[in-house]
């Protein structure tokens, strides 16, 4: 008997052939390996039954439960080859297909359509510029005379502001030994002494900024009237300085004044005492001098006469000279208007260097243009001193002949009281002339030192265009001169100026709308476009004596300012690069726009678009519509189209949907597609 491997050895119970009695064995035998009936070949014989002992019992139980198990196994086994054979099968039969079912699949899946709505807006195009932000309006600024002190004097600058700081109306920024120097708002320049009885436009100007800061010099005119006076000490208290005083010709004034009082004053004490005398008999001695005050008054007419001939030919010899050399002051000031008006004109060519003129050759020609209008402003001011002057001396002489003729008769009069009856009426006469004169001489000085109590110096006032502005470039310092350059001024304001090409230039005009967009701020807003100016070279490059103005010049660049509408883009963002989109083109009302790419072109050139008006799905093809159209503007891939059925909202078709064949290859098609094959 052979051991079961799958049995336990010491389970296996000893057998021995010899033990089993052949003529025992029958069918109904069981193989002792196995446990199951058997037969032992041909000529097998059956064996009787043997009489089993315990253990050998145990062993036949333990061998048949082993063989179920591999018979589950054997099954387990059976049934998955089962199963893959059949999943093989399935998988076969899937690729097996008719020749109808492969042609299905070869064909083309159904494309659908690309389509795009037809909107409603306003369209526009536009081109980019970069530039930078730059204060507005700079103007230099410097003192047009002395400050509170007489011509000789020295003027050293005792006060001076911040770089930086912000400049409103009224402000006393520096101080020229200790005297302030105040800002106010104009046009016209400070450009000489103003007191009582200064008329001309500077009057009005300064009139107007007292006006604006709240002092009210009464009516805002010509004239420097003691209104104006008294507005402007209150201006200057304000502030916490003096007004000034009289000027040195104003003093003179004075000092002529007093003594005319003076002399009145003797003139009535003496006819006082006439009048007392006129009861004395006179002594022959007073009698002669009497006599002898008689001649020399009658020779004093004569020479009275000839001394205001004398002196009003010398006075109109003074005129003569002064109007010379007035109207060459002027010739001189219009000649530098005509040559800075020429240059400063839109594409002024030097003649000299044969290119545009450049900014600094348009400021000299303005210093030129200032010194000659100031040369001509003075040559004016000597000829109404000269006219003034001979106006004078006709005066004083018909004064002093007057005054001659006057005491002719007086020492007539004296002559003819002493040698007649004594009668008063004539000494009180002159007592009373005396007394009025006298008071007219002291209601002169009361005026006069009424109207010479206020002045203002050339240097005390700086007038500029725009206030507020800010102190941007600041060249004084405590000790030095005032007799040169203080500082810049410039407008709080802003202007972003950029360039534009040549080929681009005729796109951009004056009063243009830009959108601004500072860039290392995050800030944005919207401007205007102020000017357009010359072309010139760009920077740094070598220009080689060539024209940048003329129309051979292909690198000239135009240079264009910007106002920007919102005045935050100021202070820090000075010199800041900015990105300027210039709107070049634009529909005034909303209309109608497609893609570019919905466009076609007909028969006869007619440009049309395709409208979808079913769309395609599995079982239909769908439909289109082709509608004929006028083109407009373009921009941004969009146009505007007019004409037809064409309604906002439309499905206007751009292309037609990516598809993929059953052999993998695309099959797309793009473009518009045609209704027609058009």
Not at 185 to 193: C, D, H, I, V
Not at 337 to 352: L, S
Not at 386 to 391: L, S
């Amino acid at each position: 008997m052979i051991d079961d491997p799958d049995v336990p050895v010491d389970r296996q119970p000893a057998h021995d052939l010899d033990t089993v009695d052949l003529d025992t064995v029958g069918p109904d035998t069981f193989d002792p390996d196995t446990g199951d009936p058997d037969t032992f070949g041909p000529n097998t014989v059956d064996l009787e039954p043997v009489e089993q002992n315990a253990d050998e019992r145990a062993w036949r139980a333990e061998a048949a439960r082993h063989d179920g198990r591999r018979r589950r196994r054997q099954g387990a086994i059976v049934i998955g080859v089962a199963l893959a054979s059949a999943l093989v099968g399935v998988l076969i039969g899937s690729r097996i297909k008719s020749p109808a079912d492969q042609a299905a699949d070869r064909a083309a899946p159904r494309a659908s359509r690309i389509t795009v709505p037809v909107e409603r807006q306003v369209l526009s195009s536009s081109i980019v510029l970069s530039g930078n932000i730059e204060y507005n309006e700079p103007t230099a600024i410097a003192l047009a005379g002395n400050v509170g002190v007489d011509d000789g004097e020295a003027q050293v600058i005792t006060k001076v502001p911040e770089q930086g700081q912000q400049v409103q109306e009224g402000d006393a920024l520096f101080e020229v030994t200790g005297r302030p120097v105040f800002f106010l708002q104009g046009e016209l320049p400070m450009y000489r002494a103003l007191s009582v009885g200064s008329t001309g436009p500077d009057v009005v100007q300064l009139e107007t900024s007292l006006d604006r800061l709240g002092f009210s010099p009464g009516t805002v005119d010509n004239v420097f009237d003691a209104e104006t006076g008294t507005a402007l000490g209150e201006f200057y208290v304000q502030a916490g300085y003096e007004v000034e005083g009289p000027s040195r010709t104003q003093r003179d004034e004075l000092r002529a004044s007093r003594q005319a009082v003076t002399d009145a004053e003797e003139a009535l004490r003496s006819a006082r005492a006439d009048l007392e005398r006129q009861d004395n008999t006179l002594p022959e001695s007073t009698l002669l001098q009497l006599r002898q005050a008689v001649t020399s008054a009658e020779a004093a007419i004569p020479a009275a006469e000839a001394a205001a001939t004398r002196n009003n030919d010398a006075a109109k010899q003074e005129v003569a000279t002064a109007t010379v050399v007035r109207d060459s002051a002027r010739t001189i000031r219009d000649s530098a208007k005509t040559v800075r008006d020429a240059a400063a004109a839109p594409g002024a060519i030097d003649p000299v260097t044969g290119v545009a003129y450049t900014p600094e050759q348009i400021a000299l020609l303005n210093a030129d243009l200032a010194r000659a209008e100031e040369a001509f402003a003075s040559a004016e001011g000597g000829l109404a001193a000269a006219v003034a002057a001979q106006q004078a001396a006709v005066t004083q002489g018909q004064s002093d002949i007057k005054a001659a003729k006057d005491n002719l008769d007086l020492a007539r009069l004296q002559l003819a009281e002493a040698t007649a009856p004594a009668d008063t009426t004539d000494a009180q006469n002159a007592v009373n002339q005396a007394q009025g004169a006298l008071d007219s001489a002291r209601a002169e000085l009361t005026q006069l030192e009424t109207e010479v109590g206020v002045r203002v110096s050339p240097g005390e006032i700086v007038f500029v265009p725009i206030l507020p502005s800010i102190m941007t470039e600041l060249y004084a310092v405590p000790g030095s001169a005032a007799n040169e350059q203080l500082g810049t001024l410039s407008t709080s304001d802003t202007l972003v100026a950029s360039r534009v090409s040549r080929g681009d230039s005729a796109l951009v005009t004056v009063g243009a709308a830009v959108s601004i967009t500072v860039r290392d701020f995050g800030f944005e807003t919207t401007g205007t476009v102020v000017s357009v100016g010359q072309p010139r070279p760009e920077q740094g490059a070598d220009d080689g004596g060539q024209d940048f103005g003329s129309d051979s010049s292909s690198s000239g660049r135009q240079e264009v300012l910007i106002a920007p509408d919102d005045p935050t883009a100021r202070g820090q963002m000075v010199g800041a690069g900015v990105r300027i989109s210039v709107d070049v083109e634009s529909t005034e009302d909303e209309v109608l726009v497609v893609p570019v790419a919905a466009l076609s072109v007909g028969p006869g050139g007619v440009s049309r678009v395709e409208v979808e008006t079913s769309p395609v799905s599995a079982d239909d093809p769908g439909a289109t519509e082709l509608i004929e159209v006028e083109v407009g503007l373009s921009a941004q891939g969009l146009v505007e189209v007019t004409g037809g059925d064409l309604q906002e909202g439309d499905a206007v078709v751009v292309g037609l949907e990516s598809g993929r064949t059953a052999d993998g290859q695309d099959d797309a098609t793009g473009g518009t597609s045609e209704g027609d094959g058009g």
